[in-house]
């Protein structure tokens, strides 16, 4: 009964390969997001999706792309991975209750290590 | 843009000591804040929040006061137990339902028996 759940949480890959990452919640929340966090635990999000469609989409590299197939589900595509790409990758949900804001819930993490 | 700052780290305490771990926001508006913690290997959890000035947010024996005249919002803690060990982020939203949540750089507590 896992709240955000994120798949695989572990992913070495090949420089050049396509992965993908996914992500479900059974939380019924309108809006999920991919976060990367470095090696340093800094945390920016890379991506937002308001019921399947994208809202917030920071300067990441058009290698990656997020596909959002119903408000439940967040995947996360990359591809030619690069050395730089290795992190933990981590999906999250929320639901803002009019002007007050319940917070995210995140899933446990996609560590990704290219090699 | 909004911002977060938090004190540099990592912090290393005995147990039972007091915890204060600072941080203070820029932001346009009344944003919500938010502390979460990061247990080793794990995700993010909401440890605590304060969604207006004066708010004062508490679990785990955790406290923050959403403070709009310093723009800080300061996590403390009594007694600090070897199981709070973890990396603690301090964030904020703004106030509209496309707006991000924007952490601070996180500063990792280590606490020795």
């Known amino acids: 009964d896992t709240a955000v759940s994120q798949t695989p949480k572990y992913l070495v890959t090949q420089m050049g390969n396509d992965k993908s990452i996914k992500c479900e919640q059974n939380l019924g929340h309108d809006t999920m997001y991919w976060y990367k966090q470095d090696s340093k635990k800094f945390l920016k999000i890379m991506f937002s999706y308001n019921n399947k469609e994208l809202i917030i989409n920071e300067t990441v590299p058009n290698r990656f792309s997020p596909k959002s197939p119903d408000k439940a589900h967040l995947n996360l595509h990359i591809n030619s991975l690069e050395l730089g790409d290795s992190a933990v990758y981590f999906c999250?949900?929320?639901?803002?209750?009019?002007?007050?804001?319940?917070?995210?819930?995140f899933g446990s993490g996609t560590r990704l290590t290219v090699v | 843009g909004d911002s977060v700052t938090q004190m540099e780290g990592p912090v290393t305490l005995s147990e039972e000591a007091f915890l204060t771990i600072n941080c203070t926001y820029t932001?346009?508006?009344?944003?919500?804040l938010f502390w979460y913690v990061q247990y080793p290997g794990e995700g993010l959890q909401l440890l605590l929040k304060?969604?207006?000035?004066?708010d004062k947010g508490s679990n785990k024996g955790f406290e923050a006061t959403y403070r709009k005249e310093t723009t800080s919002f300061h996590l403390e803690k009594g007694s600090v137990q070897v199981s709070d060990s973890a990396v603690y982020f301090c964030a904020l939203k703004g106030p509209g339902a496309n707006s991000k949540l924007t952490f601070g750089k996180g500063i990792t507590l280590s606490v020795r028996p």
């Open positions: 999250a949900s929320s639901q803002d209750a009019g002007q007050g804001v319940i917070g995210y819930t």
């Open positions: 304060a969604t207006k000035a004066d």
């Open positions: 932001a346009t508006g009344y944003p919500s």
